[in-house]
């Protein structure tokens, strides 16, 4: 389950149009992979940056290609592609977990920050 900072629980998806887009372009099995991947990724985890995940965990990074390859090759498409699967498997999850957009003072992060509400 995701929630805003207000505590409001997330039931839409951020992009829809672009990520139906996306998702007819990747098998069932691959997005599976990924799911899976950031589900292993959070079951480690207390807090995160999507936009950090992919180079810190080798089964997020093994399961990647296709969504670059679903987007053209676009490195940018694929990690907004990426950032709606996060959101979609935090969305999906038993626990409680929370998000806002990432600071970007300092930095170039771009996603999202999560973290885990109550464990």
């Not at 951020?14 to 599976?32: C, G, L, M, S, V």
């Not at 207390?46 to 990074?61: K, V």
């Not at 053209?72 to 498997?89: L, Y």
Request: hydrophobic letters at 35%.
């Amino acid at each position: 389950m995701l929630y805003d900072l207000d505590g409001h629980l997330m039931t839409g998806d951020p992009h829809p149009e672009k990520f139906r887009a996306w998702r007819r372009n990747i098998t069932n099995e691959d997005y599976q992979a990924m799911l899976d991947a950031i589900n292993a990724y959070c079951d480690r985890q207390e807090y995160f940056c999507s936009s950090w995940m992919p180079g810190n965990d080798a089964a997020i990074r093994a399961a990647f290609p296709p969504l670059a390859a679903a987007c053209g090759g676009s490195e940018e498409q694929s990690g907004f592609f990426f950032g709606n699967i996060v959101w979609r498997a935090l969305c999906g999850r038993d626990d409680e977990w929370c998000f806002k957009p990432a600071d970007k003072e300092g930095g170039d992060a771009m996603g999202m920050t999560y973290w885990r509400k109550t464990r």
